[in-house]
C-alpha cells in the first residue's frame, strides 16, 4: 500500500510560498528528490525523478545546486554536462589499466548503475522570470492568473518531456546515431530504458571499445552491485540490453534550457513524470487554480489528493507549487 512520505509548506521569500509533498506507490524507498534553494535573489527549484534506486538522484541532489549557483543561468547546459561528464570519469579513472581503484569506487560505480531526469527552475524573483534547464520528462507549468475569480486555465507556458517516447528525442537519436536501426523499442531506449536525458544510466554512455571488450568489462564492474540484491545482473543480460551498442553515448545529460515568465498573480508547478503519466498540464494547473480560490494551504498536497481520488499513481510522485501571496 502506498504512503505519502513527505509534505511541507515553506515561506521560503517576500510573499513567495512552496508547497511540496511526495507518495511512494510501493513498499521499496522512494527514488525522488527534490530542493529548494534561496541564495540572493535567486530561488532554485530542483526535482531529480529517479530510477533504478535512488543513488544517482541522492548524488546529483546535493552537488547540483552548488555548482549552479556558482555560474550565471545561461549556463545551465554546461554545468550539467560538467557533472556527468565528471561522474564517468571518475568511474573510468577506478578501472583503468594499472590503476588502484580509489576509495570512492563503490560510490561512483553506484551513481552510473542507477538514473535521474533532473528540471531545474531558476526563478529571478525580482525580474520575474524562470530559467529553465529539463533533461528528462519531469515537468514545469507557469500559469498566469488573469481572473482570481476564475477557476479556468489562463495563459500556460511549460517544459517538453524528453524521453523515448517523445518525437523530438526519436529524431535527436536518429541524427546522432544514422544507420542503427531498433534504438527505439516500444517507446524504450533498447527496449529497456524509457530515459533518453539525465545523469546516471552509465551503461548506455561508456565507451565501447574493440568489439565492446572495454564496454563488457564495464558491465562486469556494475553488475557486482547487483550481487544480493535480487535483480538479474547487467552482465547477464548484455545481448538483451546492448544488442545494438555501436556509437555511445546513447543517453545524454544536455538540458532543453529557456525562459519563462512570471506575474505575481501567477504560480509553478513541477511534477515528476508519475503524476503527468495520469492527468493532463491544464487538468492540474485546473485544480491548483480551485485550490487557491478555495483557501487551500498545502496546494501540492491538494493536487495529488484530487488525483488519487481518481486514480492511484504506479510511480513515485513528487509536486512542488510555487505561489506568490502577495
Known amino acids: 500500500m502506498g504512503e505519502i512520505t ?3 509548506l515553506q515561506h521560503v521569500a517576500g510573499g513567495v510560498e512552496v508547497s511540496s509533498v511526495q507518495y511512494q506507490p510501493t513498499d521499496r524507498p522512494i527514488e525522488d528528490r527534490f530542493s529548494i534553494t534561496l541564495e540572493g535573489g535567486r530561488l532554485v527549484l530542483g526535482l531529480y525523478d529517479g530510477h533504478g534506486g535512488s543513488n544517482t538522484a541522492e548524488h546529483i541532489s546535493k552537488i547540483l545546486l552548488p555548482t549552479l549557483l556558482r555560474s550565471p543561468p545561461h549556463d545551465h547546459r554546461g554545468v550539467f554536462e560538467a557533472i556527468d561528464n565528471a561522474m564517468l570519469d571518475a568511474f573510468k579513472a577506478d578501472h583503468a589499466p594499472f ?5 570512492e569506487w563503490r560510490h561512483h560505480a553506484q551513481v552510473l548503475r542507477s538514473g535521474c531526469t533532473t528540471l531545474i527552475l ?40 524528453l524521453n523515448a517516447k517523445s518525437p523530438s528525442e526519436q529524431e535527436r537519436l536518429k541524427v546522432a546515431h544514422p544507420n542503427e536501426d531498433l534504438l527505439v523499442v516500444s517507446g524504450r531506449l533498447f527496449g529497456k530504458l524509457m530515459s533518453t536525458r539525465g545523469f546516471g544510466d552509465g551503461y548506455y554512455k561508456l ?33 538483451s540490453y546492448f544488442y545494438g551498442y555501436r556509437t555511445p553515448p546513447y543517453l545524454i545529460s544536455t538540458p532543453d534550457v529557456g525562459v519563462m515568465s512570471l506575474t505575481g498573480r501567477g504560480f509553478i508547478v513541477c511534477g515528476s ?40 499513481p504506479g510511480d513515485d510522485v513528487t509536486i512542488l507549487v510555487l505561489k506568490f501571496t502577495n
Open 6 to 8: 513527505h509534505e511541507a
Open 99 to 103: 590503476r588502484a581503484r580509489s576509495k
Open 122 to 161: 531558476d526563478i529571478d524573483i525580482a525580474g520575474m522570470l524562470v530559467h529553465y534547464a529539463n533533461a528528462g520528462d519531469c515537468r514545469a507549468l507557469v500559469c498566469d492568473v488573469q481572473d482570481p475569480d476564475s477557476e479556468d486555465v489562463g495563459p500556460l507556458q511549460q517544459t517538453t518531456d
Open 207 to 239: 565507451p565501447r571499445g574493440i568489439n565492446n571488450w572495454q564496454h563488457k568489462k564495464y558491465i562486469d564492474v556494475l553488475s557486482s552491485l547487483d550481487q544480493n540484491s535480487g535483480k538479474v545482473p547487467l552482465n547477464a543480460q548484455y545481448d
Open 273 to 312: 513524470d508519475g503524476l503527468f503519466d495520469l492527468v493532463t498540464s491544464e487538468e492540474v494547473a485546473r485544480t491548483v487554480r480551485k485550490g487557491i480560490k478555495d483557501g487551500v494551504q498545502n496546494l501540492a498536497a491538494y493536487v495529488l489528493s484530487a488525483v488519487m481520488a481518481v486514480k492511484l
